[in-house]
């Protein structure tokens, strides 16, 4: 239960007028000594005698709201099937010190590199702080290297080194038994629709 205290200050408001101030507080420590209100709740013109106590429900949560955000809501399912996929990838690309996310990015750099960052974050819709730590680990690895690009140097495009395309031809294997995995998983249909609305509203490539 939510206590709702009431101030008045003297008679010059009227107690039903005076501003209301919810706190949490258990109905038992009201009739405990030891409950005071904070400090700040008081003013020079204020005493405790004139805060007032009032009992008000807490408001429950429409149960069919709930039903239909926990039946129909396509991003939950969509993030689960996310980390399950994803899951799959990084289990299969462990050995290499690669992960699922990396890859698509070393994959992304090598088809249209030299790019710049700006560009592959708008291609993978990636936030930046995922971008920039995953590319900090690609740049430490060799898999990827910055081109100084006009004389400030400034926006330094990436390109793929040997380093990383050596990588990429290792991990085919790999990469092949986590998308049988996947499809597996998905079906034939569940491939059908990721790769139409992968090329629809993403422009991802399709062979």
């Not at 429900?57 to 939950?76: A, T, Y």
């Not at 088809?111 to 993978?124: F, H, S």
Request: glycine fraction near 8%; charge should be positive; aromatic fraction near 6%.
């Amino acid at each position: 239960m939510v206590h709702v205290l009431r101030r008045s200050c003297g008679n010059r408001v009227p107690n039903s007028e005076a501003p209301r101030l919810q706190i949490a507080v258990p109905s038992d420590r009201l009739l405990r000594p030891s409950f005071l209100l904070p400090s700040f709740f008081l003013t020079p013109y204020s005493c405790i005698c004139n805060y007032m106590v009032s009992e008000v429900p807490v408001m429950k949560h429409n149960k069919d709201i709930l039903e239909q955000i926990g039946c129909e809501c396509l991003l939950s399912r969509a993030r689960v099937l996310t980390r399950v996929l994803t899951g799959i990838y990084d289990n299969e690309l462990r050995s290499y010190g690669l992960k699922a996310t990396q890859l698509n990015l070393l994959v992304v750099v090598a088809r249209i590199g030299p790019v710049r960052r700006i560009d592959i974050g708008k291609r993978l819709h990636l936030d930046p702080s995922t971008l920039t730590r995953n590319l900090k680990i690609m740049l430490t690895n060799g898999w990827i290297e910055e081109r100084i690009d006009g004389e400030d140097g400034r926006g330094s495009p990436l390109q793929v080194t040997a380093k990383g395309r050596d990588l990429l031809n290792q991990i085919v294997p790999s990469w092949q038994k986590a998308q049988d995995r996947a499809r597996t998983l998905i079906g034939d249909e569940g491939e059908t629709l990721l790769k139409s609305l992968g090329a629809s509203k993403f422009g991802f490539p399709t062979r």
